[in-house]
């Protein structure tokens, strides 16, 4: 192998070098700026199909018959993790409807990310009150910057065609007690719909409203209602005729009459 040879040889060998050092000095690089802080449902990374990423929630009272609900709401920060507490803020949006101390429970005047940790979860304690039952209320959340946490992931676009977006940095909890009819209701079985009948069939069968809604089969709905209906026509026998929300005398679906 002649000299010139060996030279060129030697100058690749050089520049490969080279090139592993500046590969491993990149992998090698950790976060750089301030981390920033967002909200875990809009940012999360999708592991399930039935998975969504989303700002918002609707927490409804109405198939329940609870009057409190916790409602859950996770933090999430870049970056690694720190061996000490790190504060963040999280302030109520004075465009929220939803009032402190009424519709829910005032939040804490601090709130911080653990020390080892890169989440924090807030439980938001909100109260069923009789104006649910005609007014929807919302309760805005929003991240604001800090010593600690930077907010530059504000938004990303999730529909091309309208440009609609969706937050990172602002959440929002919709709360309500405005009745709805049970998904798998049918009034063939059981008659028109009211809050009343509802009630009623939930109290005397045992059952809740969450299971109209979303687990009730139809050989059920057809056994229930004439069990209803023939409970109704008992307590009309024996003098009590148990009326519905518009006065009428309540019955069940044509089905089981």
């Known amino acids: ?3 010139a040879m060996k030279k060129i040889i030697y100058s690749i060998s050089t520049i490969m070098v080279l090139f592993t050092l500046v590969s491993c000095e990149k992998q090698l690089m950790t976060y750089e700026g301030k981390p920033s802080i967002y909200f875990n449902e809009a940012g999360k990374q999708l592991i399930y199909g039935s998975d969504v990423n989303t700002d918002s929630i609707n927490i409804s009272f109405s198939l329940v018959k609870g009057t409190d609900s916790i409602q859950k709401v996770i933090l999430a920060t870049t970056g690694a993790m ?3 507490d790190r504060a963040y803020r999280l302030e109520v949006d004075p465009a929220s409807t939803a009032i402190a101390g009424k519709h829910y429970d005032a939040l804490p005047t601090a709130f911080f990310i653990k020390k080892n940790q890169i989440k924090d979860t807030i439980q938001v304690k909100i109260h069923r009150t009789a104006d649910m039952l005609t007014n929807s209320y919302v309760l805005y959340l929003n991240l604001v910057e800090n010593e600690n946490f930077s907010i530059e992931m504000k938004d990303k676009v999730i529909n091309a065609a309208t440009g609609k977006r969706m937050s990172f940095i602002k959440y929002k909890i919709i709360i309500s007690d405005i009745l709805k009819k049970p998904t798998r209701w049918l009034d063939t079985y059981f008659g028109s719909f009211s ?7 939930c109290d005397y069968l045992n059952i809740t409203p969450a299971y109209l809604d979303t687990s009730i089969s139809v050989a059920e709905m057809n056994a229930f209602g004439k069990l209803m209906q023939r409970y109704l026509n008992e307590q009309k026998a024996g003098g009590n005729i148990i009326y519905d929300e518009d006065g009428t005398a309540m019955i069940m679906g044509v089905s089981v009459q």
């Not at 809050?195 to 069939?201: H, V």
């Open 1 to 3: 192998m002649n000299l």
């Open 82 to 84: 720190s061996t000490a």
């Open 195 to 201: 809050r009343k009948k509802l009630f009623l069939i």
